[in-house]
């Protein structure tokens, strides 16, 4: 079952701040941030492996509430350099990765 | 650093050709993936592997097929290219871990551009 992100795009202007949910019909053990700029691959950003665990990455954090299956992304002071398509994936059966619809985000200067 | 490596990185081709894209690590991954993704949309898993002589469909159906006679090689080959398989290739691997550990995480290849004409 594939999760469910949003919003499905956002647009900000440098400074300002978004946040990214990711959220799952199933329990969770895990989720994953990728993020993918245009026309490159993903890149791993972090993996939140417990409930109510936050992690950071550069000005970007992620926590993660097993309880409510979901997961959300926040990027704080964005930057230019976040602009790009942002991923989570959860683990399905065979420990496969299965990845949301991605949630574009747009930073202007 | 992920160590993913894929050939060609773009390829326009007449159909009906026959295409491999290949794809290798250098990380000693168990698994390895490939997924199609059209520009600026959603990524879906075509093929995956957890070993030598291991493969499986994935989400998306796909007509292509894959070989794993390697650990570290997983190519993907289209017999017959048609128009409608344009789109980019992108080869992963991961480690052989349990859902809840971080043996999950994916690295990806640059991504191979596929163009049929």
């Known amino acids: 079952q594939q999760p469910v992100q949003s919003p499905q795009a956002v647009i900000l202007r440098e400074g300002e701040d978004a946040v990214i949910n990711c959220s799952s019909s199933?329990?969770?053990?895990?989720v994953h941030w990728y993020r993918q700029k245009h026309g490159e691959a993903p890149v791993f950003l972090m993996i939140?492996?417990?409930?109510?665990e936050q992690k950071g990455h550069e000005k970007i954090s992620a926590s993660f509430n097993e309880k409510k299956q979901q997961s959300s992304l926040y990027l704080t002071a964005s930057q230019l350099s976040y602009s790009g398509t942002y991923f989570c994936g959860t683990p399905t059966a065979g420990n496969m990765l299965t990845f949301g619809g991605g949630t574009r985000l747009m930073v202007k200067p | 650093e992920a160590d993913i490596y894929q050939t060609p990185r773009y390829l326009v081709i007449g159909t009906g050709k026959k295409i491999t894209l290949e794809c290798s690590q250098t990380?000693?991954?168990?698994?390895m993936y490939w997924y199609q993704q059209d520009p600026g949309m959603e990524l879906h898993l075509i093929h995956y592997?957890?070993?030598?002589?291991?493969?499986e469909k994935g989400d998306l159906s796909s007509e292509s097929t894959v070989s794993r006679i390697r650990t570290e090689h997983f190519p993907l080959t289209l017999e017959s290219a048609r128009p409608s398989h344009t789109s980019q290739y992108l080869c992963?691997?991961?480690?052989?871990?349990?859902?809840?550990?971080?043996?999950?995480?994916?690295?990806f290849g640059e991504g191979s551009w596929l163009t049929v004409v």
């Open positions: 592997s957890y070993g030598v002589n291991s493969t």
């Open positions: 992963a691997s991961s480690a052989l871990g349990p859902a809840g550990s971080s043996g999950n995480t994916i690295y």
């Open positions: 990380m000693g991954h168990d698994k």
């Open positions: 199933k329990a969770l053990y895990s």
């Open positions: 939140l492996l417990k409930g109510g």
